[in-house]
């Protein structure tokens, strides 16, 4: 090997050299950075360039040099008066520097990069739309989820009045003597009683095909009506009445 040889970072001997404790750690990692760019640059110079390369340097050289008297075509605007630097034109308002070349490298035909440029734009607005379009249904889900957790409370709320309402009719039923509900569902349903048969169910099922808003109007309006009982403020009353001009749940009642 010749002596003006860069070493090899990753060889052993650069691994094998003094990584004593008082030599710093960024000391010998600058030192490393060092050593592979300068590799880098010697990579890069040895590296034998394509022919395009080579070409682009060469037309790059030369379309950065002013033409000369050699040239012919400058040699006849100078005949006529031009001078370096001066812009075209009998009044001077012509170009200054020659036009620009927009040399062609691809192997590709006259408008394939318009073509091109058109499909990108095409695809990104596709996209975009399909973002909104997701965007808009996690919203109608959010919103529908919000609606459906808002049925449930109401219909949770409805259902506990509906118990309520149950429990205080049995209770003003029985104490009127009366042992059996006008409804089957106007009383709750004892916890121990033996399942019925499959007709009584069908029966029943047949007879409480009314949606709990609807049971709980009906039950509250049976209440107020046969005993003059509110169940929105709790208290029975002496009579019609006294029941329509004292009981403050009558908006409720109405309501409902």
């Given at each position: 090997?010749?002596?003006?040889?860069?070493?090899?970072y990753m060889?052993?001997?650069?691994?094998?050299?003094?990584?004593?404790?008082?030599?710093?750690?960024?000391?010998?990692?600058?030192?490393?950075?060092?050593?592979e760019?300068?590799?880098?640059e010697?990579?890069?110079?040895?590296?034998?360039?394509?022919?395009?390369?080579?070409?682009?340097?060469?037309?790059?050289?030369v379309?950065?040099?002013?033409?000369?008297?050699?040239?012919?075509?400058?040699?006849?605007?100078?005949?006529?008066?031009?001078?370096?630097?001066?812009?075209?034109?009998?009044?001077?308002e012509?170009?200054?520097?020659?036009?620009?070349?927009?040399?062609?490298?691809?192997?590709?035909?006259?408008?394939?990069?318009?073509?091109?440029?058109?499909?990108?734009?095409?695809?990104?607005?596709?996209?975009?739309?399909?973002?909104?379009?997701?965007?808009?249904?996690?919203?109608?889900?959010?919103?529908?989820?919000r609606?459906?957790?808002?049925?449930?409370?109401?219909?949770?709320?409805?259902e506990?009045?509906?118990?309520?309402s149950?429990?205080?009719?049995?209770?003003?039923?029985?104490?009127?003597?009366?042992?059996?509900?006008?409804?089957?569902?106007?009383?709750?349903?004892?916890?121990?009683?033996?399942?019925?048969?499959?007709?009584?169910?069908?029966?029943?099922?047949?007879?409480?095909?009314?949606?709990v808003?609807?049971?709980?109007?009906?039950?509250t309006?049976?209440?107020?009506?046969?005993?003059?009982?509110?169940?929105?403020?709790?208290?029975?009353y002496e009579?019609?009445?006294?029941?329509?001009?004292?009981?403050?749940?009558?908006?409720?009642?109405?309501?409902?």
């Amino acid at each position: 090997m010749e002596e003006d040889e860069e070493e090899d970072y990753m060889s052993d001997l650069f691994i094998k050299q003094d990584v004593r404790p008082g030599l710093p750690m960024v000391r010998r990692v600058k030192e490393a950075i060092q050593k592979e760019e300068k590799q880098k640059e010697a990579n890069e110079k040895n590296r034998q360039k394509s022919i395009k390369e080579e070409e682009k340097e060469r037309r790059d050289l030369v379309l950065k040099s002013a033409l000369g008297n050699e040239n012919k075509g400058f040699a006849l605007l100078q005949k006529m008066g031009y001078k370096s630097g001066q812009a075209l034109g009998k009044s001077g308002e012509g170009i200054v520097e020659p036009i620009p070349l927009n040399i062609k490298t691809g192997r590709s035909g006259l408008g394939h990069e318009e073509l091109k440029k058109r499909k990108a734009e095409e695809k990104l607005e596709n996209y975009r739309q399909k973002l909104h379009m997701k965007k808009q249904a996690n919203e109608q889900a959010a919103d529908q989820f919000r609606i459906r957790f808002k049925n449930k409370q109401e219909e949770r709320k409805m259902e506990g009045d509906l118990r309520k309402s149950q429990r205080a009719c049995q209770q003003l039923d029985m104490q009127k003597d009366i042992d059996v509900p006008k409804e089957t569902w106007y009383w709750l349903e004892p916890e121990e009683e033996d399942k019925k048969d499959e007709e009584d169910k069908e029966d029943e099922c047949t007879s409480s095909d009314l949606s709990v808003s609807e049971k709980l109007h009906i039950l509250t309006t049976y209440l107020r009506q046969e005993h003059f009982y509110c169940i929105w403020c709790g208290t029975t009353y002496e009579d019609s009445e006294d029941l329509s001009s004292n009981c403050p749940g009558n908006s409720a009642a109405d309501h409902d």
